[in-house]
């Protein structure tokens, strides 16, 4: 028996390789298939299934091209309505691949199609549930995603009978394989570790512990952010099927001179720049929004901006096609193409951001700039900078609306990347006073101006 996590640090996501036997299975793949028939070959197996946990909201799965690719079916569990061919297995249902064997474990909550897959090892001893977004490490899946249809009080019910009766009963040492870790919008607040085990998970886990289903709901329910706009437009994706991602790509990853660049532009289509903050802040064209490979770039880009938009990409040279590609994950296929050669071709004058370095921020508070803290909910009430004001990006344009546009503004996040995204968007925007970012983010600011870092009684200062 083989198993291979194959985490992707972009989208907090994990697929699952599992091999016995020369036969293979693959759980929740990511929308390119190369990785798995590379692996299935490099092992001298063949993939017998592919078993999807529910239908994905934060990216495109790949099971369908895999599927085409393979002849390898694709598994769901009860419930799950697809527009394709798949087997619709019942709970409980037993699929062997070599010598071990998954089961079917019906679990909605998350989503009405939730399923978990139970190995047991060639022994017939359970080892291990691959949990999808029913379980993570120290969280549970978000119940509010399907508004309208379910309400969030109903579906946390749901979750509470699938922990209790299916999950909390398996013996302490089984392992557990959830679909994300850490940054994931799919969970409140995931844990560090990609991987853990029940009888931990029962210790450290707020969803696992003994309480009545009333007080879970409350739990579980209480201080959810609102889910990105894409989350609805992917789910749909998953359950009705896409083109090929190949097709996507020839048709996504086309090179554009600056003429048909502009004549894009000018329709209406978005910039999205995909360099580096360091070198977007250098030159830019107007009006670009940045977003860079370099971080949690398709899920910034499902956040901030409307997937039925036309792009226009600018990419750092070599890096273009995986621009398009990453877009693809998140079901962003409407890229009219990609600035060829990049900024320098370009004949108009660039836009540019200035970055200063913490121990310059309060010399520039004298003269009159003040402090924008665009970090996540979770990291402004651990500590913050005494006098900055809370917007955080994910809530971006709208919360800028009581925002002085003509005012300078010092813009910073944890390291830097947010900030860029926020300044970039800022500008878009129309902000016309002065726009400054922070070399290092709060990371450095701590070092630096640690007298007048707030720290709220309830936080721990880290």
């Known amino acids: 028996m083989y198993i291979e996590q194959l985490y ?6 994990a697929a699952y390789y599992i091999e016995s036997e020369g036969e293979a299975a693959i759980i929740d793949p990511l929308r390119e298939t190369t990785p798995y028939l590379e692996k299935a070959k490099e092992r001298k197996t063949t993939i017998k299934y592919i078993f999807e946990t529910h239908f994905h909201a934060d990216f495109v799965s790949g099971h369908i091209d895999l599927s085409k690719k393979t002849k390898a079916p694709i598994v769901y569990g009860p419930l799950a309505n697809t527009k394709y061919d798949v087997i619709n297995a019942y709970d409980g249902q037993e699929f062997t691949i070599g010598k071990i064997k998954l089961k079917v474990l019906h679990t909605p909550g998350h989503t009405p199609e939730s399923s978990c897959y139970l190995l047991y090892d060639e022994q017939g001893k ?3 549930i691959f949990t999808g977004d029913t379980l993570f490490v120290g969280d549970v899946g978000r119940p509010d995603l399907l508004d309208g249809v379910m309400t969030r009080e109903e579906l946390a019910g749901m979750l509470y009978d699938s922990l209790n009766h299916k999950i909390k009963s398996l013996p302490d040492s089984v392992v557990v394989y959830p679909a994300h870790g850490p940054g994931s919008a799919c969970g409140k607040n995931i844990g560090k570790e990609t991987f853990s085990t029940i009888g931990e998970q029962k210790k450290l886990n707020y969803a696992l512990q003994n309480q009545t289903k009333e007080e879970f709901i409350e739990k579980v329910t209480d201080g959810i952010l609102p889910p990105p706009a894409y989350f609805f437009e992917d789910a749909r994706i998953n359950r009705d099927g896409y083109a090929p991602i190949d097709e996507v790509i020839a048709n996504n990853a086309i090179a554009l001179s600056p003429n048909e660049f502009k004549k894009e532009l000018d329709k209406g289509a978005i910039i999205l720049d995909t360099r580096k903050a360091d070198d977007f802040e250098k030159g830019f064209i107007k009006d ?7 971080g949690q770039y398709a899920v910034w880009v499902g956040t901030l901006i409307d997937i ?10 070599g890096k273009e096609e995986e621009a398009v590609l990453r877009l693809a994950r998140v079901g962003y296929e409407n890229v009219l193409g990609y600035l060829a050669g990049g900024v320098k071709t370009w004949s108009e004058p660039l836009d540019t951001v200035t ?20 970090r996540k909910p979770g990291e402004w009430s651990t500590c913050h900078l005494k006098n900055a004001q809370f917007l955080p990006l994910a809530d971006f344009p709208k919360n800028l609306v009581e925002t002085d546009q003509a005012g300078s503004h010092i813009v910073h996040c944890a390291g830097g990347y947010r900030s860029m995204i926020a300044i970039s968007l800022m500008k878009k925007a129309g ?7 922070v070399y290092g983010g709060f990371g450095e600011m701590k070092k630096v101006l640690a ?9 721990q200062f880290v």
């Open 451 to 459: 007298d007048d870092i707030v720290v709220p009684e309830s936080a």
């Open 431 to 437: 902000f016309t006073g002065k726009l400054v970012n």
């Open 308 to 317: 039925k938009k036309p792009l226009l990409l600018v990419a750092e040279e």
């Open 288 to 294: 670009s929004i940045n977003i860079g490979l370099n």
């Open 355 to 374: 970055s200063i370095h913490p121990y310059e921020i309060p010399a520039y508070q004298k003269q009159g700039f003040d402090v924008l803290d665009v």
């Open 126 to 128: 359970e080892h291990a």
């Open 8 to 13: 992707t640090n972009c989208l907090a996501e």
